[in-house]
């Protein structure tokens, strides 16, 4: 299981997600060997692989599904996950793909950046509960132990 195809899939759509561009071969691999030495990245519960499935479609799939699992799953194998990838992305630096530049823009921009960001998060967390919370009522929550992050 250690670099199977799903992985990379994931390792690919979680990266373009949080910083826009593919994962290099070194992000890719240290996602991979995470997997195979720590079992919390997976989980037993049927909502839980439904919403890391829905998120591994793409990055904005994996958007709308973070929209809703940042506050109703959040410690969803999904979300574990995507704290994982952004550890190995801030660790590995800029010859990885990851930047952490300043925006340099004015008070006014950045206030009108924050302001269409919110907006923009309302109306995915909307959809996003138009589709999950059915889910998460058809297929059940998660076990104890898996909410807990254990």
């Known amino acids: 299981m250690t670099d199977s195809p ?3 899939r994931e390792c690919e759509v979680f990266c373009r997600y949080l910083i ?3 994962p290099s071969a070194y992000v890719r691999e240290k996602y991979c ?3 195979e030495r720590c079992d919390a990245y997976s989980s037993a519960a049927a909502f839980d692989d439904a919403l890391l499935g829905f ?3 793409g990055p904005a799939f994996a958007r709308l599904a973070d ?3 940042c506050l109703f799953a959040r410690y969803s194998s999904f979300r ?3 704290i994982l990838l952004f550890s190995i992305l801030e660790s590995s630096g800029a010859q990885h793909g990851f930047s952490d530049a300043v925006d340099g823009s004015t008070q006014p921009i950045l206030f009108l950046k924050f302001a269409s960001r919110g907006v ?3 109306l995915r967390f909307v959809l996003a509960s138009l589709i999950f919370v059915p889910m998460r009522l058809a297929l059940g929550s998660s076990p104890p ?3 807990r992050g254990h």
């Open 6 to 8: 799903r992985l990379r």
């Open 20 to 22: 826009g561009c593919a």
């Open 33 to 35: 060997q995470a997997h």
């Open 55 to 57: 998120a591994a479609r």
């Open 67 to 69: 929209s809703y699992a």
């Open 80 to 82: 574990r996950k995507l």
């Open 120 to 122: 923009l998060y309302v």
């Open 145 to 147: 132990a898996a909410r």
